[in-house]
């Protein structure tokens, strides 16, 4: 026998382990570094979030705090976006 290993010439079982090893460390950095510019991304670059219009309601009650609406018409109103 010429000495060779089971998996040709001189690495043997721990070389091939060693290998799958830096090859998921080399993942893991890679989506670390994924994961990262995603969630930072919103924090200085990139998009920020729109802002969320305000629904009918918020609207009326705004409207009807400034005096805008009677409290009948503020409660008529309240009656129809809500059917």
């Known amino acids: 026998m010429m000495g060779g290993t089971m998996f040709g010439t001189g690495f043997g079982l721990y070389g091939l382990f060693g290998m799958l090893f830096n090859i998921a460390i080399l993942v893991g950095v890679v989506v670390l570094a994924v994961w ?4 930072f991304a919103g ?5 920020s979030p729109r802002p969320s219009s305000p629904t009918a ?3 009326l009650d705004q409207r009807y705090a400034r005096g805008e609406l009677s409290r009948d018409e503020y409660q008529e109103k309240v ?5």
């Not at 009656?79 to 059917?83: G, L, Q, R």
């Open 43 to 47: 924090a200085g670059g990139g998009q």
């Open 79 to 83: 009656h129809d976006i809500s059917v």
């Open 36 to 39: 990262a510019v995603q969630k």
């Open 57 to 59: 309601r918020e609207i």
